[in-house]
Antibody, heavy 114, light 107 residues
Framework: EVQLVESGGGLVQPGGSLRLSCAASGFTVGSNYMNWVRQAPGKGLEWVSVIYSGGSTYYADSVKGRFAISRDKSKNTLYLQMNSLRPEDTAVYYC????????WGQGTLVTVSS | DIQMPQSPSSLSASVGDRVTITCRASQGISNHLAWYQQKPGKVPKLLIYAASTLQSGVPSRFSGSGSGTDFTLTISSLQPEDVATYYCQKYNSAPLTFGGGTKVEIK
């Protein structure tokens, strides 16, 4: 059974940083497309970033230059480094596997507020 | 970037009704279109990929069609458990844009 478990969310001040983690079991992070998708409170889904199996990375314009996706094959874990956070980054962040996203984590809440 | 407007943004229908949701890509995306269902308070779930292929375990009352720029999700006979928000997503190349969502309620 595939499980994706996010961690690292929390309350951060504007301009601050957070690193989200997504630990996978039953699924190999390094061999598959892995995504981050977010959902602001009461809003729709917003794709954030993808890392392809070959290592190429892409970002939504709203986070480009501020967020970085990466993976650790030895830990079978996906990461999202989030810098220069803004109030509009407040959302539940989901990690996911495959393209389209067949596997979803339960999400971790990031709140950017002073 | 390719935009993915969805319509309607919400709808209310009776149990047993046929429901249709539309997603229109601003440029052609072949059949690289997925549909997701998100029930209230739950994680999204992949329903359909490649525009018309049902994900394993999804009831056959759900179907998808289309290619190029125009896509449709159809629920042939709406059930109470289908109350959810439905999203389309293009996945041919980044950015992997979602549609704005369609909230489906029971009348």
């Amino acid at each position: 059974e595939v499980q994706l478990v996010e961690s690292g969310g929390g309350l951060v001040q504007p301009g601050g940083s957070l690193r989200l983690s997504c630990a996978a079991s039953g699924f190999t992070v390094g061999s598959n497309y892995m995504n981050w998708v977010r959902q602001a409170p009461g809003k729709g889904l917003e794709w954030v970033s993808v890392i392809y199996s070959g290592g190429s990375t892409y970002y939504a314009d709203s986070v480009k230059g501020r967020f970085a996706i990466s993976r650790d094959k030895s830990k079978n874990t996906l990461y999202l480094q989030m810098n220069s956070l803004r109030p509009e980054d407040t959302a539940v962040y989901y990690c996911g596997g495959l393209n389209p996203q067949q596997y979803w984590g339960q999400g971790t809440l990031v709140t950017v507020s002073s | 970037d390719i935009q993915m407007p969805q319509s309607p943004s919400s709808l209310s229908a009776s149990v047993g009704d046929r429901v249709t949701i539309t997603c229109r890509a601003s440029q052609g995306i072949s059949n690289h279109l997925a549909w997701y269902q998100q029930k209230p308070g739950k994680v999204p779930k992949l329903l359909i990929y490649a525009a018309s292929t049902l994900q394993s375990g999804v009831p056959s009352r759900f179907s998808g069609s289309g290619s190029g720029t125009d896509f449709t999700l159809t629920i042939s006979s709406l059930q109470p458990e289908d109350v959810a928000t439905y999203y389309c997503q293009k996945y041919n190349s980044a950015p992997l844009t979602f549609g704005g969502g369609t909230k489906v309620e029971i009348k």
